[in-house]
C-alpha cells in the first residue's frame, strides 16, 4: 500500500491574477493527521480547494484511494468548512440538513427509517445526542453547528477528511473537544485528515504533521514536536500568531 494518499507535485493557483500557490508539492500521509498552518494570505484555504477540485490549477494532485486516481470521489472525501451557511429564509432543522444530503427523495416525502436510524448513529460518532436532531440550524451553537458538519462529512466513512479551520468561532474549552473528536475519528477509522489552523497551540498535541505555509509555497513539513517557536520566527516573522488561542 502507498504510505501517501495524496501525492501534490508543483502545484500552482492563480486567482484575479494573483499566483497563490507557487509550485507547492507534498506528500500527505495516509491515516495520519497533518495540520496545515500559516498566517492569512498564505494559501491554505487555496491548497483546500485545490484538492477539492473546486478551482482550476496546474501541476498534479493524485489521490491514492478509490478507483480513479485522478479526482476525489465525492464518497471518499469529506469536508468541513469554517462555518454553516445558513438562509434566513429557508429555515431547517439539523435533522432537515442531514436528510437533504443523505436521501435522494425530497424531505416532504418523509425519511426512510434507515435513514433515521442512521442520523442517530452519525451524531453519537461526534459526541451529540439525538435530541439535536430537530433544533433549528440558527438556534444551535457555533460548536454544535461544527459537530453535525463533522457528522455529515464523515458519512460514509471517507478516507480523506479536509477542515478548514473547523473550530473558529467556538472558545477554547469546545475548540478541544472538537479535536479530541477528530482525534478519536482517525485512531479508531484510520480516517486522513487535513486540517488548516493558525493555531498550533491548539492542535499540536492532536496532530502527526505539521506544514507551514508562506506565500503560497511549504517552509517546513515534519512532527510538531520539530517545529520550534525559532523555526516559526524564521518562517513567518513571528511565532506569537502561531502560538496563541484565538479565544481567551
Known amino acids: 500500500m502507498i ?19 507557487r509550485g507547492l508539492s507534498c506528500e500527505l500521509a495516509r491515516g495520519k493527521i497533518t495540520a496545515v498552518l500559516g498566517l492569512n494570505g498564505s494559501g491554505k484555504t487555496t491548497l483546500l480547494r485545490a484538492l477539492l477540485k473546486e478551482i482550476p490549477y496546474t501541476g498534479a494532485i493524485q489521490f491514492h484511494c478509490g478507483h480513479d486516481h485522478s479526482k476525489p470521489n465525492p464518497r471518499h472525501v469529506g469536508y468541513v468548512p469554517q462555518k454553516l451557511r445558513i438562509e434566513s429564509n429557508m429555515p431547517l432543522t439539523v435533522r432537515d440538513l442531514l436528510g437533504i444530503a443523505m436521501q435522494r427523495r425530497p424531505i416532504f416525502l418523509g425519511l426512510r427509517s434507515e435513514v433515521k436510524q442512521q442520523m442517530k448513529v452519525m451524531l453519537e460518532g461526534v459526541g451529540a445526542t439525538e435530541s439535536l436532531l430537530d433544533r433549528p440550524l440558527e438556534k444551535i451553537s457555533g460548536g454544535e453547528q461544527q459537530r453535525v458538519l463533522l457528522a455529515l462529512a464523515m458519512w460514509p466513512e471517507p478516507e480523506l477528511l479536509l477542515l478548514d479551520e473547523p473550530a473558529s468561532g467556538i472558545d477554547v474549552q469546545g475548540q478541544e473537544q472538537f479535536y479530541d473528536i477528530i482525534s478519536r475519528l482517525n485512531r479508531e477509522r484510520g480516517t486522513t485528515v487535513v486540517l488548516v489552523s493558525h493555531d498550533l497551540s491548539t492542535v499540536g498535541a492532536h496532530v502527526h504533521q505539521v506544514m507551514c505555509m508562506k506565500d503560497g509555497l511549504i517552509h517546513f513539513q515534519g512532527p510538531p514536536r520539530e517545529i520550534t517557536a525559532e523555526a516559526l520566527q524564521q518562517i513567518f516573522g513571528t511565532a506569537r500568531h502561531l502560538f496563541v488561542h484565538s479565544h481567551q
Open 3 to 21: 504510505a501517501s494518499l495524496v501525492s501534490v507535485r508543483n502545484l500552482r493557483v492563480e486567482l484575479g491574477g494573483n499566483e497563490i500557490l
